[in-house]
Structure formats: C-alpha cells, structure tokens
C-alpha cells in the first residue's frame, strides 16, 4: 500500500513539474512585455523590479524546474549528472533563488522608505540607481553562490533498470561538515532572513498607512467623492497581504522541512527518494510550493492590479498600440501607492494637494 501511494506521489510530480515549465514560463515572460511595454499604472521603479523578478523566476523555472527537476523523473541519466555540470547548475539554480528572493526583498524596503521619508522618495524615484540595486542583487546572487557549486558531487551508483543491475553517475549532496555549513547559510539567506524582512517591512508598511490616515480632513475626504479612508486603507493592505502572504505562505513551508532534512536526516544512508518516509514526502511538497512561488506573479497582478487587469484585456482584444518605450520612463515614483481616482479634479488649496498626494501613496498599483 506504501509503495502505491510512493508510485502515485512520483507520477503527480512528473505531472506537476512539466505544467510549471509550460505555463510558468510564458507567463513570466508575458508579464515582463505587460510591465515594460503596456501602461499599468505602475511607477518606474516598480516596473523596474518586477521586470527584474520575472526574468530571474523565469531562470529559475529553467535551471531548477525543467532541467533539474523534470529530468530528473523523466531520464535514467539527465545530463548534469556529470563533471562539470553538477557543479555548475547548483551554482545557477542558488543564483537565481537568491535573486528571486532578495529582488522582492528589496521592492519591498523601497516601498516602505517611499512613503516614510521626502528624501528617500526622491532618491529610490531615480531609475539609475533602481537598475543599479537590481543589477547588483543578481550579480550578488550569483557571487555569493559560487561556493554552492562544491556540495554536490559526483559518484557511481548502482541501480536495477528493466532487471539488470547497472551502475551510472550520479551527481549527489555532499554529508560533509563543508557542505552542511554552507547550505545551512543559504538556507537563512534565501528563505528565513528574506521572510522575515518581507514580514517585518509590510507590517511598517500598514502601521504607516494607520498613521497616515489620521492627516486627512473633513474638506479633504468631501473632495474624494466620498471614499472613506477606511475604504482606501482596506484596498491597501489587501493589495500588500496578497504579495507579501503569497511569498510567505509558498517559501516558509521549504524552509521549515529543508533546516529538518539537513539537520535531523543529514547522514550518508538517508535515502531521500524513499516515500514511504513523512518528511521526504513533506519535503517534496514543501519544494512544489515553493516552485509554484516562481509562477504566480502573472495571477497576482491580474488579481491585485485593476490597470493591470485592463491591459491584459486591451492586449487580448487588440484595442490599444502597446506603451512606447520611451513611456518607460514617463511615470512617478508615488503612482505605486496612488489610490484616488485620476478623474477627480484637483483641490484648489496647496495644503490640500499635498495631502491628497500623500494618501495616493497609499494604495493603488503596488504591483
């Protein structure tokens, strides 16, 4: 009965790996055309780090999900199970996990910073440096991953195929203390420390918006056409909650049962494709959320983003010309947490002006 259900669990992840490669992919890089080619109401700098995201989720989806992952339960003897491939897809697949994470790490600080302070605004607004930080992360990503390229190795090992007993090489996690260490250290930096930041920075995120909301007047609020600041501080956090639990509720799980698989069942005779032991089948579902992680940005934009949401119907329909690049870099900064309608007229008075732009940082197109 355990080994039918083992049977049953291998044959839902050939299944499942395959569908991520094919929709997840295109996905990503439909919404890199959306964001850097259609008008979505998003500011430069948003537009700038979710380009970013969805060009190193669509690299991760390749390294890790269909050459990795996919070969594996599909061919007796995927290519990298050989000098020097091993090595080197360890190596790409933490560059991109890395980057992934710490690029909505660092959207995430950037908005908080946005509306906290004048003189961060004014500096995080520039895309030079929004492109700098990006590019710096990967690169980062990818430096700080190069020792990972040594915790596998290469090791012949015997297998039963068609009733022959025959011995391939196989590239294999490393028992030692070096390779222990290292993957601990990685396990921190690319799951618990950015949960914990991605946690911690939008709880600021709402506190201000709280806080925020105390700065409007009676005039102030009969100039928006009656939204209710509650209204447009619930449609905030909800727009921020959709991202930040997205991310949290899909990588925590990974992080949880890889810190047990490397700690409590880190020895050599563990055999991690034997399902009919809890945390192997737990970690494995742990790792199809997290890859599922890399493919629903496309989903949460249609979800969160109403702009989005029109030119994704504007596209399909074939009504509008696509945004001119050079509108790449037309838009503000604070559009991203812009909530007031764009039909409402503007107040005569300065202080009132001021004030409504503030609240339009609240809300609209985090995304």
């Not at 050939?14 to 996905?27: D, E, N, S, T």
């Not at 909301?213 to 909650?241: D, I, P, Q, V, Y």
């Not at 009504?319 to 909530?339: I, N, P, Q």
Request: a positive charge; charged letters at 15%.
């Amino acid at each position: 009965m355990e080994g039918a259900s083992a049977a049953v669990f291998i044959t839902v992840q050939k299944i499942y790996y395959p569908l991520l490669c094919i929709m997840g992919i295109p996905a990503n890089l439909f919404t890199f055309y959306m964001i850097c080619f259609r008008n979505c109401g998003m500011s430069n700098t948003a537009m700038i780090y979710l380009s970013f995201l969805a060009i190193v989720d669509t690299f991760y989806l390749l390294w890790v999900i269909l050459i990795d992952l996919t070969l594996t339960f599909w061919m007796l003897q995927p290519f990298w199970h050989s000098h020097p491939w091993c090595g080197i897809l360890g190596f790409l697949q933490y560059g991109s996990l890395y980057s992934s994470s710490w690029i909505v790490v660092m959207f995430t600080i950037e908005r908080y910073l946005v509306l906290r302070s004048t003189a961060a605004k004014q500096h995080f607004s520039q895309t030079k440096v929004t492109k700098l930080t990006c590019v710096a992360i990967v690169l980062v990503s990818h430096l700080v991953s190069v020792p990972l390229g040594w915790i596998n190795m290469v090791a012949p090992v015997n297998f039963t195929v068609d009733g022959e007993n025959v011995t391939l090489p196989r590239c294999s996690y490393r028992t030692e203390t070096y390779a222990t260490v290292i993957v601990g250290i990685t396990t921190f930096l690319s799951g618990g420390i950015p949960i914990a930041l991605v946690i911690i920075f939008n709880y600021l995120i709402g506190y201000h918006l709280c806080r925020a909301s105390n700065l409007f007047t009676k005039e102030e609020l009969r100039a928006m056409h009656g939204r209710s600041t509650r209204g447009m501080l619930k449609r905030t956090l909800l727009l921020l909650g959709t991202v930040s639990v997205a991310f949290v509720v899909l990588s925590l799980p990974r992080f949880v049962t890889y810190c047990i698989l490397r700690t409590e069942y880190n020895r050599e005779n563990f055999n991690r494709n034997d399902y009919t032991i809890p945390i192997n089948v737990a970690g494995d579902l742990a790792n199809m959320l997290q890859n599922l992680n890399s493919t629903t940005n496309f989903l949460l934009y249609c979800m969160v983003s109403r702009r989005f949401r029109r030119e994704l119907f504007q596209v399909v329909t074939c009504k509008r010309r696509a945004l001119e690049l050079g509108s790449f870099l037309t838009h503000t900064t604070m559009k991203v947490f812009s909530v007031v309608d764009h039909k409402t007229s503007p107040s005569s008075d300065p202080v009132s002006v001021v004030l409504t732009n503030l609240k339009q940082t609240a809300d609209k197109e985090l995304k």
